[in-house]
């Protein structure tokens, strides 16, 4: 199994920036198999995909967040960045990171940490107005 570590969460106010990193122990984007994801989950909200490196080189954004947040690999393909800027209390929420298969489905609703992805623990960003 797939270990991921998510690092750069905080409490940061309404119009900040915080830069989220994740470093899993195996991935690689030649066999375009798997893309690297980060979801969301506020309080009461459901489970959320706010960014993905996509298939074929085409990031993916919610609507929520274009605009505001850029996902970016690092020099290592083991590792993905989530860049947040122009923050807003909505986005208060725990981040994961998440390897998922190419096969499922960009916005189909899905539980965090469900079975289809390899899950990071998860980091907390608060932002506060």
């Known amino acids: 199994q797939v270990r991921m570590v998510e690092y750069g969460g905080g409490s940061v106010e309404a119009g900040g920036s915080l830069t989220l990193s994740c470093t899993a122990s195996e991935f690689t984007s030649d066999t375009d198999e798997s893309k690297m994801d980060w979801y969301r989950q506020g309080p009461g909200n459901e489970c959320e995909l706010v960014a993905s490196?996509?298939?074929?080189?085409?990031?993916y954004y919610a609507d929520s967040v274009k605009g505001r947040y850029t996902i970016a690999q690092g020099l290592a393909e083991n590792t993905v960045y989530l860049q947040m800027s122009s923050l807003k209390s909505e986005d208060t929420a725990l981040y994961y990171c998440?390897?998922?298969?190419?096969?499922?489905?960009?916005?189909?609703?899905?539980?965090?940490?469900?079975?289809?992805?390899?899950w990071g623990q998860g980091t907390q960003v608060t932002v506060s107005s």
């Open positions: 998440a390897i998922t298969p190419v096969w499922v489905v960009t916005g189909m609703s899905r539980s965090c940490l469900d079975g289809l992805s390899d």
């Open positions: 490196t996509g298939v074929l080189r085409s990031p």
